[in-house]
């Protein structure tokens, strides 16, 4: 059993394994920011009154709600400090999913269905919560032990749910009830227009000229819809999706380019900041790290 950390920085939290799984029972007044990881994550709720807000939607938790949070998407979620809270929290690889996938199963199909569709949470029916809970159960003891196989035993469960969270998210994700979810439909659609155009134009008087609003109302919306100001969800979203390049090798100038900075010592200032080092840096650290872990592998 661990607990969930974080960084300095609006990304929180380092995973170098194929997974990891915290389970967290507490009663504390915590407040967190929005932020993002650069990994996939799955929250289990199991108890207490939460809401979680991903990218301008709010949901409220019911127990064993699943919510599945792709690296892509800033989230953060509202506590009451009077109930305790509980969850089960996955922090997911997405090499190792990749490496379990072929092309009839994309293990991270669920993550990137949730995110292309805007909508995060998976609710089992009764009847099917039985298996779930059996299989987090036996995970997590298998994550504790020290016996012979048990790496091998704690991957294949994770593999069991993993294609359980597939197979519900493809056959339905209807029986949400309304009242559970929150967004504002113009937010939505603002939010849809910047990730689509992180590379184009979205200065904030371009924005509320495409979508009929005074700027100061636009700005005044935005943030009492999503807990952003306009300009910093714009830059942390560019940041991330410069981040995915920088992975694949793209050179910085390129990648300052394509994500929308019209000037290139600002990215690396602002890329520094969020990442902790210059484009150059991080890529090289990222190979290295690559090629321990192909000789671990």
Same mark, same amino acid.
């Given at each position: ?9 609006? +990304?929180?939290? &380092? ?7 915290? $389970?967290? +029972? /507490? #009663?504390?007044?915590? #407040? %967190?920011?929005?932020?993002? $990881?650069? %990994? ?46 509980? =969850? ?10 990749? =490496?379990?996938?072929?092309? /009839? ?7 990137? =269905? ?8 998976? =609710? ?6 039985? /298996? ?9 003891? @298998? ?20 294609? #359980?969270?597939?197979? !519900?998210? *493809?056959?339905?994700?209807?029986? *949400? ?15 849809? &227009? ?5 590379? !184009? ?5 371009? *924005? ?13 919306? %935005?943030?009492? #819809? ?10 942390? !979203?560019?940041?991330?999706? @410069? ?26 200032? @602002?890329? +520094? ?6 484009? +150059? ?13 192909? !000789?671990?592998?």
């Amino acid at each position: 059993m661990k607990n969930e950390a974080g960084n300095t920085h609006n +990304k929180r939290g &380092y995973l170098n394994r194929d997974f990891e799984l915290f $389970h967290i +029972k /507490d #009663q504390k007044n915590l #407040q %967190f920011e929005f932020h993002y $990881h650069d %990994f996939n994550k799955i929250i289990i709720f199991i108890s207490g009154k939460v809401t979680y807000l991903i990218e301008g939607k709010a949901y409220r938790l019911k127990p064993w709600d699943v919510l599945l949070i792709s690296s892509r998407e800033v989230h953060k979620p509202i506590i009451d400090a009077e109930e305790v809270y509980e =969850r089960i929290v996955l922090w997911v690889n997405t090499d190792f999913l990749t =490496r379990h996938s072929n092309p /009839d199963c994309d293990l991270s199909s669920c993550f990137d =269905r949730a995110y292309n569709e805007k909508f995060n949470l998976i =609710r089992f029916d009764p009847s099917e919560l039985k /298996d779930i809970r059996t299989i987090l159960s036996h995970m997590e003891e @298998a994550c504790k032990s020290n016996e012979f196989g048990s790496h091998i035993l704690k991957n294949s469960l994770f593999m069991q749910f993993i294609v #359980q969270i597939n197979r !519900k998210l *493809i056959s339905t994700r209807k029986n *949400i009830e309304s009242s559970d979810i929150e967004f504002d439909e113009s937010i939505s659609s603002i939010l849809d &227009y910047i990730n689509e155009n992180l590379g !184009k134009d979205l200065s904030i008087e371009h *924005i509320a000229s495409r979508f009929f609003m005074s700027k100061y109302y636009l700005m005044h919306k %935005f943030k009492n #819809q999503t807990g952003y100001s306009l300009y910093n969800y714009i830059l942390q !979203k560019r940041l991330i999706a @410069a981040n995915e390049l920088i992975k694949k090798g793209v050179p910085a100038m390129e990648t300052s380019i394509e994500c929308g900075f019209g000037d290139y010592s600002s990215f690396v200032r @602002a890329f +520094k900041k969020m990442f902790g080092s210059s484009p +150059k840096k991080y890529y090289m650290n990222l190979q290295k790290e690559q090629k321990l872990n192909e !000789k671990e592998h």
